[in-house]
C-alpha cells in the first residue's frame, strides 16, 4: 500500500478541478492506494509538509460532482520554479522528508510547462538519490501551448467562453446608428491559441471577428489602422480580437503616468482603443476578458472537462505501471469524428518550452485565422455540463480559506 | 384592422428582445392587428420610415426561440430624446407621417427612462393632433432604475451574470499564497442596483464581496484605504464591488495623459486599482465586467426572460384596450413565493426620472449590503433557458447588417 499526493500549479483553469477529481476517483478505485494527499499552493505544499486528506474533504458524489464544476484551483496554486539540484538541493532535501514521512509512492503534479519542469527535476532527483516516488505531470493551461500534446485541459473551455461572449459582444456592438470599433483583449503572453480560437464564429456565418492579432504575426501600429479603416469600409460594427502579448514596438506599458507620477499600467486592448480614438477618431472601446476567460466554469466545455478528468485518471495507472518523469498527453487521431487518445511523454520534452500556431492557421496578411483552424479548435468546445445551481448561481466546492493561509 | 409598431432603445440588455418576441406572439394573435412593424434604430426609423415587417423575417417557431436567446436589440437601438414639441414639431410631424402611411394604430417602444419620455410626449401629441395611436412603453434597462415598477426586464439577467461572475472571480482570486485585492467594476452612473446584487453570494455562505460601493452612499479615499486594510486583514483575498459611479472628489477621468499628451480614459476600477496598489502596495487587479454584464444571455434568468416577455404582451392587450401614453410596471405581491403582477402607470411618472437603493439595503458603514436587500434581489435571478447551440455556442438570431445601416 502506498499513499499518494496531487497538486496544482500555474494560473487557473476551468478544468483543473475536474483533472484533481480524476485523481482522486482513479485512486479510490486502486486498492493498492491508500491515504490521497492534496498538496496546499502546488510544490509549496509539499516543501512545506502542507498537506490536507482528500478523503476527509471529499465526502460524497455531491461534493464531487461539485468539485467538477468549480473553477481555479481548489488546492490553491503557486509559481515555483525548482532551483538546480547541483546548486542548492536543501528545497530537495525538504520534498524528499515530507513523501518519505507521508510515505507517498506516487506525486501528481497538473500544470503547464513550468510544472512539468517540476516533474522532471524531481524525478530525475528521486532516481538518483534512490527515493520510489513516481512523478507524473498532467497538462493544463488555457493557453493552449504545451509541446507534444495535441492540446491541453483548459483550453476548451476558455476558448468555448471566448468564442461565445465575442458572439455576445458582436450583438452589442452593432445596435447603434453610428460606426463603432470593439477591441477585445484575450489572454496569451507568447502563444495566440486563445484568440485565434474566437474565430470559429465564422464557421456560424459571422463576419466578426473581423480582425484577429496574434504574438505569432508581425504587428504596426500602421498596418493596424489601415487594417480598421478597411473593415470600417465594410462594416458598421468592426470587432477586433487581440492577444496580450502582441508585440508593439514603442512598448504598451510606457509613457503613461498618473496624477502622481506614477507609471500608470493597463493593456494593448486601452492601448489600440486610444490609439485608434486619435488616428480615426471613431467611437471605440476595449474590452478586456480578463480572468473570467479562465475561470467562467458555468460555461465550461463537456469535452473539456470530461478530458481532463480522463487524462488525470491515465496518470494514477500509469505511475501504478512503474512510469516516472512522464507528462500525459493527448494525440488527435481525426478531426470528425473528433478522435483523441492519451500517451505519455517526457516531461523534459514538454517542460519549459512553447507551442506556437501553425503559420498554416494564420492569413497571409497576419490579421486574421484561417479556415484551417477550425476544424482543430471547434471539437475543443462541445458539449456543456449539467451545473448544480443554488439560489440560481453555479454552487461552487470550496475549502475553507483559513485552510489555504 | 391595424398595423402596428415596435422599437427598441438605449442600452442593450438579454431580455429586449425577449419583450419584442412578446409584442410579436402577442400581436398574432389578435385579429384585429395586421402587419407588425420593426422600426429600425428605435424612433429613428419611425422619423425616416425605416421600418421591417417583423412577419417576414420571424417565420418559425425555431426563429422565435433564436431570438428570444439572442441579447441586445435585434432592431438596432438609439439614444434619441424628442424635442419639446412647442418648440420644435418638424420631427413630431415626419413620425406622424410614417405612422398615418403605414396605417400604424399602435406603437410600443421597448426602453428606459428616456424612451418613457418619448412615449409620453408622442402620445400628447397624438391625442392633440387627434392622431389614434395608442403609445406603450415596455421597461427595461439592467440598471434597474425605473421608478414606479418594482423591477425592470434585463436587471434579473444581468445581475445573475454579476453574481456568478463574482462568485468565479473569488474562487480565481484565492489561489495564491500572497495577499491580494480585487476590485470588480460593475454598471450604474447613478444607482447601485446592479453593485448591490453581487451581494446576493452571502446567501451562499461566501464572505466575497467583502466590500460594496455604490452611487447611494458617501464615499472617501481614504476610507475606502482604511476598509481594504481591516479586510485584509481577515482575508487573504478580498473581493471590492463598485459601481461604476460612485463619486470621487477629485474626479477619476483626469491627471492621465499617454505620450502624445492625449487624455487617456479609465473607468474607477482601473483608478482604485492603481490607489490601493501606491496606498498599500499589495498585489492587486481590477476587473471591468464592461458590456458582458448586459449581453451574456448565455446566462440569462429565466425568471427575467419570461417577465420581458409577459409584460410586452400585456402591452398588446392595454393597447387594443385603448389605452394610451402608459409604461407597463410589475408590483411585488409577495418575496416568497415570489408574486409579481403586470399594471400600467402614466409614462410620464417612469420618465426622465430615477429610482435609487433604499437606504435599507446600505450598510450603516456605507460599503457593504444588507441581508434585507436579499430577498428583493434573489427571485429575479433564479432559471436558465434550455439553449439552442450551433457548433457549442449559443446561437443568435439577427437581421443582416446592411438592414441595420
Known amino acids: 500500500m502506498i499513499n499518494i499526493a496531487v497538486a496544482q500549479s500555474g494560473g487557473p483553469t476551468c478544468a483543473i478541478n475536474a483533472s484533481l477529481l480524476g485523481v482522486f476517483r482513479e485512486a479510490l478505485r486502486e486498492p493498492s492506494i491508500d491515504a490521497i494527499f492534496g498538496s496546499i499552493n502546488g510544490i509549496e505544499g509539499i516543501i512545506e509538509n502542507h498537506l490536507v486528506d482528500l478523503k476527509s474533504m471529499l465526502l460524497s458524489d ?3 460532482e461539485l468539485l467538477r464544476q468549480t473553477p481555479s484551483t481548489v488546492l490553491g496554486s503557486c509559481r515555483y520554479k525548482l532551483p538546480d539540484r547541483h546548486e542548492d538541493d536543501s528545497t530537495y532535501v525538504k520534498i524528499a522528508e515530507t513523501l518519505r514521512q507521508r510515505n507517498i509512492g506516487a506525486f501528481f503534479y497538473i500544470g503547464g510547462n ?5 516533474v522532471d527535476k524531481l524525478s530525475a532527483y528521486f532516481t538518483e538519490v534512490g527515493l520510489d516516488v ?3 505531470g498532467i497538462p493544463k493551461t488555457i493557453d493552449n501551448d504545451l509541446c507534444v500534446t495535441d492540446h491541453t485541459p483548459g483550453f476548451g473551455s476558455a476558448a468555448k467562453y471566448v468564442a461565445t461572449t465575442m458572439h455576445e459582444i458582436t450583438r452589442d456592438s452593432i445596435v447603434y446608428s453610428i460606426p463603432s470599433v470593439t477591441i ?3 489572454m496569451g503572453r507568447h502563444a495566440g491559441w486563445l484568440t485565434a480560437s ?3 464564429l465564422h464557421s456560424m456565418g459571422e463576419t466578426a471577428p473581423h480582425l484577429v492579432y496574434v504574438p505569432e504575426a508581425d504587428f504596426t501600429i500602421d498596418g493596424f489602422i489601415s487594417d480598421v479603416r478597411q473593415e470600417m469600409s465594410k462594416h458598421k460594427a468592426v470587432i477586433v480580437a487581440v492577444s496580450e502579448g502582441i508585440p508593439v514596438p514603442e512598448g504598451v506599458q510606457s509613457g503613461l503616468v498618473d496624477q502622481f507620477g506614477h507609471k500608470y499600467l493597463s493593456g494593448i486592448g486601452k492601448y489600440l482603443e486610444n490609439t485608434v480614438r486619435r488616428e480615426i477618431g471613431c467611437k471605440v472601446r476595449s474590452i478586456e476578458l480578463n480572468v473570467m476567460q479562465r475561470c467562467s466554469s458555468h460555461l465550461c466545455s463537456r469535452t473539456d472537462i470530461d478530458e481532463a ?3 488525470a485518471e491515465a496518470a494514477v495507472r500509469c505511475a501504478l505501471s512503474g512510469e516516472t518523469g512522464k507528462c500525459m498527453v493527448f494525440r488527435r487521431v481525426a478531426d470528425k469524428p473528433y478522435t483523441v487518445v492519451i ?5 523534459s520534452q514538454v517542460a519549459n518550452k512553447e507551442k506556437f500556431l501553425p503559420a498554416s492557421f494564420i492569413n497571409p496578411a497576419g490579421n486574421n485565422i484561417t479556415n484551417a483552424a477550425l476544424d482543430y479548435f471547434l471539437p475543443l468546445m462541445q458539449g456543456e455540463l449539467s451545473l448544480i445551481m443554488e439560489h440560481g448561481i453555479p454552487k461552487h466546492f470550496a475549502i475553507h480559506e483559513s485552510v489555504l493561509k
Not at 114 to 118: E, I, K, L, W
Not at 343 to 347: K, M, P, Q, R, S
Open 343 to 347: 500517451e505519455t511523454a517526457d516531461a
Open 309 to 311: 478528468e480522463r487524462v
Open 184 to 186: 477585445v483583449e484575450i
Open 114 to 118: 513550468d510544472s512539468q519542469d517540476t
Open 134 to 136: 513516481k512523478t507524473i
Open 62 to 64: 455531491d461534493d464531487m
Open 198 to 200: 474566437s474565430a470559429v
